[in-house]
């Protein structure tokens, strides 16, 4: 318990400098804390310390996860890549969804929502690296699929996401998320009513906020390091 609420801190206050630097004000930032491979005691104990949003990348870890946190009022973000035979249980079990990349997705995600939950919040993954293993919507294809999430019902579109290019080069961060902030700017100029630029981690968060994101991801930072599969764990996921 300790460990976790000192090093939530450490990353809030990370963030109050960083925006400071920007010119911008701390509580323009919202925290997510990143809890995919994290057991649901991690997650608990990081909710006691105060943390409210979390986020998770993979559906069946995340359904294992939630029944034993149930009677925490926990705001979950889904943030991973999404499988089409995936998109009822998403649309049921999370508030958000950061990674929406094709109409398909989007389709799914509103006839699936609910009726009887609030509209779900959906953000736009962009691949602002152009690597072909990044999930995202390309940057020249945004436009048109902003058009068709926002005309969805059950759904209420609120900014972009994006996960750069894991490099050193700063520039090159710089860039990238600077190609979000001109998309989500672009957006917003078109008419459209955008508050959400999820963008930044624990390497380059500093990076992001000064190029205006208004939420960041932290996983590692906060809740420790992961605890990564073993085959036998990897094969049962892959064939859910």
Known sequence: MIIIASSLQAVKDRIARAAQSADRQPDEITLLVASKTQPAERVREAWLAG????????LQEALAKMPALADLPIEWHFIGPIQSNKTKRIAENFSWV???????????????????????????????????????????????????????????????MAV??????????????????????????????????????SEDMDIAIAEGATMVRVGTAILGPRRYLIPEEIAIRAAR
């Open 98 to 160: 950061h990674s929406v990349d094709r109409v398909k997705i989007a389709d799914r995600l509103a006839k699936d929502r609910p009726e009887s939950l609030p509209p779900l919040q959906i953000c736009l993954q962009v691949n602002v690296s152009g690597e072909a293993s990044k999930s995202g919507v390309a940057p020249e294809e945004v436009a048109h699929l902003a058009a068709h999430v926002v005309r969805l019902p059950r759904l209420k579109f609120r900014g972009l």
């Open 164 to 201: 750069p290019e894991l490099t050193t080069a700063t520039a090159l961060q710089r860039s990238q998320f600077h190609m979000l902030r001109e998309l989500f700017d672009r957006l917003k100029r078109d008419g459209y009513e955008l508050d959400t630029l999820s963008m930044g981690m």
């Open 51 to 58: 943390q409210t949003i979390f986020g998770e990348n993979y």
